[in-house]
């Protein structure tokens, strides 16, 4: 799938939180709302690539991981999991 990778550079503005999208896109059209057509269908990333990057932030001493995305409920419903 076409997404980029969760280890690409960031600057943290605490550095004790590291944000981590587990997701982008949805897969509703809500019809109030633009994300679907923002941020494409769901794409969600594997499991092993998630807790990759949460083990590599906490190495670099995050004391706080925040799970994001724009649809939680549906996520792994396009890769199985």
Known sequence: KDRPGLDLPKVRRNRWIEIVPINTGCLNQCT?????HARGVLNSWPVDEICGRVDQVVREGVKEIRLTSEDVGAYGRDIGT
């Open 32 to 36: 109030y709302c633009k994300t679907k």
